[in-house]
């Protein structure tokens, strides 16, 4: 790939972190954490209860949990953002909306990877696409749970980026 690239993600139990930071090493590519502005705590993502934040959040979506830190430095010389997260309830935690409605993505390619104990990607590009800025192009979500070398070389082959 000769692209700039950003690994970018939001990882609360640091399953998904994990990957990034292999992606991000594999790939000699730049890295930046999604950070809740209020972390979540166990309670906040037990999906058993109704009124845990989490499960309140994934129900309406107009939420859009606040990030804390400051802006991606040099955000306009990257070309690729690679944005990982963990499926909940078979989507994109609504940060992952935040964080993309945060930043002009126009001319930027956007590629969604995600890591889940037991679900797929569901519709999550549906519910991303409407966050991402007119003029950017929205790849495939992919499920990389247990990646390793191999597996990320076909994977960012079958890119063509």
């Not at 640091?14 to 992606?23: D, E, P, W, Y």
């Not at 590629?111 to 696409?129: A, H, I, Q």
């Not at 991402?132 to 929205?138: F, N, R, V």
């Not at 990320?152 to 890119?159: C, H, I, M, P, V």
Request: aromatic share 12%.
């Amino acid at each position: 790939m000769n692209k700039k690239a950003i690994i970018a993600y939001f990882s609360v139990t640091g399953i998904t972190g994990r990957v990034a930071k292999f992606l991000a090493n594999f790939m000699e590519a730049d890295l930046y954490e999604i950070k809740p502005k209020q972390s979540y705590t166990k309670a906040d993502l037990n999906w058993h209860d109704k009124k845990s934040r989490s499960t309140v959040e994934m129900h309406d979506e107009a939420a859009r949990p606040e990030i804390e830190g400051g802006e991606i430095p040099k955000w306009e010389e990257y070309e690729v953002v690679f944005l990982g997260f963990p499926i909940w309830w078979y989507l994109a935690p609504r940060i992952i909306n935040t964080f993309l409605e945060s930043y002009d993505f126009s001319g930027k390619i956007i590629v969604p990877f995600c890591t889940s104990s037991g679900s797929d990607v569901g519709e999550t590009n549906k519910f991303l696409e409407p966050s991402c800025t007119p003029g950017s192009t929205l790849k495939p979500a992919r499920c990389l749970n247990k990646l390793d070398r191999k597996m990320a070389e076909r994977w960012l082959e079958s890119l063509k980026l």
